[in-house]
């Protein structure tokens, strides 16, 4: 995108929104990169450049512009509609594994060396590995300073620096203040707000910051972190959250007060989120045991809800299909549900095997009051994190009430997951997942499918065989046979995955719908 100049421009001019994170627009006479929705008069074509990441800029020596803040847009919807060595790397940068373990524990997970991972970045996104991890350390230190009263030298280290003096320059060279002054500004912010505008009512000229707090928002218990989630729009939150709280594992999820709240096992910790929709943004409310795993917990709750997904042109393919145009009309932006973690999915797709939802819930339950490790939740009802493939290697057959086939069929999977045989994740090569998923025993499409679709988050995973696909399927006129289907649906890729969500939304399912 960032290099077709007459489509970026005509971008800019329009100040779309659509944009924003697909590509950045650098003023060479300010030095100053921006969104391509910033509010400011677009400066003349010969002195714009455009960079395809906020790394990229801040490489060339472009500071964020302090109105639009382009360094929190929404990510690319790109890296994960792809699944080439390049989207990998980024989703895996996102999920802050360089801060963890560095390039080579990246280039590692990706069976590549150091320099050709380096190379492949740099000729793509004009930025190395440990530039993208530098920008995302900068969004996480702004977060962390906007929103906290953490002190500045637990910041630093909490949002990956490796010294006080490295974060200072950082801040310092990426937004044009310092660390003191961001802080500042937040407080003048918040209470211009409180004084001047309606509680929650963001500024006439800035668009809400993807991880970072609205400046009027009320202050957070210690330890909590609020921030405000931004996606393109549109977006439609009854399926989204409707499939999530439906199919909710009592003790690791819950629907309370117009929220979704989970536990997340992270790296360096635990926590727990409330995600809420609202009409510009997702509302999020985290609490970490150690703030380090600030970065790794956004990644996730963006995945989990699909918010780096281009719902435009989604629903433009799909509208092509006549039969599919009223079902888009009735309801655009449809998401696709995942998961905050593609190891726990798994284990649950094998458990809701033939069986309703309500039961695969409940022999989920049982394993987590069995394996799960026990969290404290002052605010609700969350009482343990998923148990992962660990824990439950140990698990006695005999104990699980369902067949002896299905124990079977768990058991490997677990196996599989514990001993490295099986990986799932960011890094994952979705056609080598499926492989070694089908290799499995109890594995067949409708289950390989449907962890393609929501633990690896491949957006072209497609289900003929499931009987509400097969059901909505009949109802509009469509095929019904998974052959045909599939034939049918060969116009919808790579999108799929997304018109799957449609014909779900056919049924009075409780999953289509926001609960109340």
């Known amino acids: 995108m960032h ?3 007459e489509r970026c421009l005509r971008a800019v001019r329009s100040k779309d929104a659509r944009f924003d994170g697909v590509f950045f627009t650098a003023v060479r006479t300010t030095r100053i990169y921006c969104r391509p929705s910033c509010p400011v008069v677009p400066p003349k074509p010969e002195n714009m450049e455009f960079h395809p990441t906020a790394a990229s800029c801040q490489r060339a020596g472009f500071r964020a512009c302090k109105r639009c803040r382009p360094d929190t847009s929404p990510g690319s919807s790109q890296w994960n509609a792809r699944a080439d060595a390049v989207a990998r790397a980024v989703r895996l940068i ?7 373990e560095g390039v080579p524990g990246l280039a590692a997970r990706l069976g590549y060396s150091s320099r050709q991972i380096e190379r492949q970045l740099l000729a793509e996104l004009g930025a190395g590995p440990l530039a993208l991890a530098r920008a ?45 002054e961001l802080r500042d500004r937040a407080d003048r912010a918040g209470r211009r707000d409180r004084t001047g505008r309606a509680p929650g009512t963001p500024a006439p000229t800035s668009t809400p910051p993807s991880g970072s707090a609205s400046p009027s928002a009320a202050p957070s218990a210690p330890g909590v972190i609020t921030l405000r989630l931004p996606f393109r729009t549109p977006l439609n939150p009854s399926n989204l959250f409707g499939h999530l709280a439906a199919t909710a594992v009592p003790g690791v999820e819950e629907w309370r007060d117009g929220a979704y709240r989970r536990t997340l096992a992270l790296p360096y910790g635990h926590g727990i989120v409330a995600l809420s929709p609202r009409p510009d943004h997702i509302h999020c409310r985290l609490a970490l045991t150690d703030p380090r795993d ?18 435009v042109a989604v629903d433009e393919q799909l509208r092509a299909d006549p039969l599919f145009a009223p079902l888009i009309d009735a309801g655009p932006g449809r998401r696709v549900p995942r998961t905050v973690d593609a190891a726990e999915f798994a284990v649950r797709a094998v458990l809701g095997q033939q069986v309703s939802t309500a039961a695969a819930r409940t022999h989920a339950a049982r394993l987590v009051t069995a394996y799960g490790q026990p969290v404290d ?13 660990e824990a439950l290697s140990g698990l006695d057959p005999e104990t699980l009430a369902m067949p002896r086939s299905r124990r079977t069929t768990l058991l490997s999977l677990v196996t599989a997951l514990a001993d490295g045989t099986l990986a799932l994740g960011p890094e994952s090569d979705w ?35 499931d009987l509400g696909v097969r059901r909505a399927a009949e109802q509009l006129g469509l095929p019904a046979t998974p052959a045909a289907l599939t034939a049918r649906a060969a116009a919808w890729r790579p999108w799929r995955a997304y018109a799957v969500q449609y014909l779900w939304a056919t049924d009075a399912h409780p999953i289509n719908h926001l609960p109340a």
Do not use: K
Request: hydrophobic share 40%; charged share 25%; aromatic share 6%.
């Open 3 to 5: 290099t077709d100049t």
């Open 94 to 100: 996102q999920d802050g594994v360089v801060d963890r």
């Open 136 to 180: 995302q350390r900068a969004q996480t230190a702004r977060v962390l300073i906007e929103t906290t009263g953490m002190p500045m030298a637990e910041i630093a280290f909490a949002a990956g620096f490796a010294s006080i003096r490295t974060f200072n320059d950082t801040v310092r060279e990426v937004f044009a203040l310092t660390p003191g």
């Open 294 to 311: 600030l970065t790794h917990a956004i990644s996730r709750c963006r995945r989990l809800l699909d918010l780096d997904a281009d719902p």
């Open 377 to 389: 939740d002052p605010e609700g009802g969350l009482t343990h994190l998923f148990p992962g493939p």
């Open 431 to 465: 056609d080598e997942a499926r492989a070694r998923l089908l290799a499995l025993p109890g594995f067949g499409p409708w289950t390989t499918e449907i962890i393609a679709m929501r633990a690896l988050g491949d957006p072209d995973a497609f289900l003929p065989g």
